[in-house]
């Protein structure tokens, strides 16, 4: 008859709990939830901060509106400006949406232009121009910003800085999401749908309109929201080309403003740029779901598993 093992102490389970590799990977669970609270906590901090009452941008001491629709400080009766009472706080982010807005409508046809035309090249050259149009996503902004000032400033300087400067240097960088995502989406379509739709007599142009522009519908939407998402965040190429104070966007106005006194209607305008962002990237995943689900039996994934999708 053989002895019982002797209990382990706390150090022991401790190890042994770690050494199990059947275990819940609950180690693995508290380092997610550890990051997302470190990751979230400081923008809900922000956000709250653009309701408090006081001129603080530290201390919490109630809940307002003051700094969104404007009023008197209870404290000393002073009068502030709020978010939509302020007229640079509102041209700033006139301008944002402005950008936003045209760089969605302008980079996302010629995005989904390239990747047919890439997606379909089987030349010499084609791997090198696919190669190509990575480098606007692992080029440093810094750099990219610097490069179109000096063309701006040099070479096309009839394109005048502010806002025609600024929608062709957002177009610049935003057309590579695009492809990415819509030639992802190609990939997993093929080409057998639209070789069909030709073998029953539809032409090129036919086929493209009535077959392949269709299924690439989803993916077509959710890049031009990571457009929209992309070009409302921008700071670096934004302030290269500015033209003015006209020109002034959100992330602009919030590290000039930050260095000079900020107050909570700064942290409003903040918070205006996070709901846009976050309403155009759920647009694009409710859109993205809705489109799944009506095609029952469908698993050709979503728009970011043909980002992630993505071959040379």
């Keep these: ?55 603080s941008t530290s201390t919490f001491t109630g809940p307002s509106l003051l700094w969104w629709t404007g009023g008197e400080l209870g404290t000393t009766g002073e009068e502030v400006l709020g978010v939509f009472t302020d007229p640079d706080l509102r041209g700033a982010v006139a301008q944002t949406l402005k950008l936003a807005f045209a760089d969605m409508l302008i980079a996302t046809p010629i995005g989904v232009a390239l990747a047919l035309g890439l997606a379909r090249w089987r030349g010499r050259g084609s791997g090198s121009a696919n190669f190509l149009m990575l480098f606007p996503l692992v080029t440093p902004e810094l750099v990219m910003g610097t490069a179109l000032f000096l063309v701006f400033i040099n070479l096309y300087d009839f394109v005048s800085m502010g806002t025609p400067a600024q929608i062709l240097g957002h177009v610049t960088f935003s057309i590579s999401y695009v492809v990415i995502v819509v030639r992802g989406r190609l990939f997993t379509i093929g080409r057998e749908q639209e070789e069909a739709a030709m073998d029953l007599g539809a032409s090129p142009f036919g086929a493209l309109r009535r077959v392949l522009l269709p299924l690439l519908a989803p993916a077509i939407f959710a890049s031009a929201m990571i457009v929209f998402a992309i070009s409302i965040d921008d700071f670096v ?30 942290n409003g305008v903040a918070t205006l740029m996070l709901v846009g962002s976050l309403v155009a990237i759920t647009l694009g995943v409710l859109v993205q779901r809705r489109v799944n689900r009506r095609r029952e039996g469908d698993r050709r994934g979503s728009a970011v598993e043909d980002f992630a999708r993505f071959e040379l």
């Design 1 to 55: 008859m053989s002895a019982a093992a002797p209990p382990l102490d706390q150090h022991g389970r401790i190890r042994t709990w770690f050494a199990n590799p059947w275990g819940k990977p609950r180690f693995l669970a508290v380092l997610t939830w550890g990051f997302v609270l470190w990751s979230i906590v400081p923008v809900v901090i922000a956000v709250l901060i653009s309701f408090n009452s006081n001129r």
């Design 237 to 266: 190429i934004t302030s290269y080309l500015l033209g003015g104070q006209d020109s002034t966007t959100v992330p602009v106005l919030i590290y000039q403003t930050a260095r000079a006194g900020p107050t909570p209607a700064l």
